[in-house]
T-cell receptor, first 116, second 110 residues
Framework: DTGVSQDPRHKITKRGQNVTFRCDPI?????LYWYRQTLGQGPEFLTY????????KSRLLSDRFSAERPKGSFSTLEIQRTEQGDSAMYLC??????????????FGSGTRLTVV | SQELEQSPQSLIVQEGKNLTINCTSS?????LYWYKQKYGEGLIFLMM?????EEKSHEKITAKLDEKKQQSSLHITASQPSHAGIYLC??????????FGQGTELSVKP
């Protein structure tokens, strides 16, 4: 297992278009998290899943944002009707409930979204 | 809701010098994670502290947790250019997710 994979690495889209990002977590990790990070800030929590259940959503996650993890494996984050303010790095992380003290939450390399 | 504040926000040091980064929580800490991030990349896990007074080291980086002060410090000894990057502290409030401080940007001048 090579870690958490995110696709694409970069996405440029026109305002108003829909975009979808994919995250493949480490296979034995049952928890998966999405974060958004803008320049000069720490990652902001968006949502997280335990297996296929979405357990928490931040109020940052407007109606235009939706996340799924249909079979408890990979996850997708969709942004509808993108706005320039959505430009950011979108990070995915996964964790094993009993191994976070030694290995932490494992992050992917992120998807950088630019809305023009 | 819990907030983490890091200080300083940015730091420039001469290679070989020691430095300390602080992370202060607005609420009780039930564990504290330190990560490093290179520009445009994901976060790399450094270490996790669970109990008050706990201290861990990884190569030349040492972190301590002061539960009473709701604070953690990250100390780098004899800094090198490879230490440059953004250091982030994260804490798990109830619910399983991590929340993060705003980050400390470290530059090391050769």
């Amino acid at each position: 297992d090579t870690g958490v994979s995110q696709d694409p690495r970069h996405k440029i889209t026109k305002r108003g278009q829909n975009v979808t990002f994919r995250c493949d977590p480490i296979s034995e990790h049952n928890r998966l998290y999405w974060y958004r990070q803008t320049l000069g800030q720490g990652p902001e929590f968006l949502t997280y899943f335990q297996n296929e259940a979405q357990l928490e959503k931040s109020r940052l996650l407007s109606d235009r944002f939706s996340a799924e993890r249909p079979k408890g494996s990979f996850s997708t984050l969709e942004i509808q009707r993108t706005e320039q303010g959505d430009s950011a790095m979108y990070l995915c992380a996964s964790s094993h409930p009993y191994r976070t003290s030694n290995y932490g939450y494992t992050f992917g390399s992120g998807t950088r979204l630019t809305v023009v | 809701s819990q907030e983490l504040e890091q200080s300083p926000q940015s730091l420039i040091v001469q290679e070989g010098k020691n430095l300390t980064i602080n992370c202060t929580s607005s609420k009780t800490l039930y564990g504290l994670y330190w990560y490093k991030q290179k520009y445009g990349e994901g976060l790399i896990f450094l270490m996790m502290l669970q109990k008050g007074g706990e201290e861990k080291s990884h190569e030349k980086i040492t972190a301590k947790l002061d539960e009473k002060k709701q604070q953690s410090s990250l100390h780098i000894t004899a800094s090198q250019p490879s230490h440059a990057g953004i250091y982030l502290c994260g804490a798990p409030p109830e619910g399983g997710k991590l929340i993060f401080g705003q980050g400390t940007e470290l530059s090391v001048k050769p």
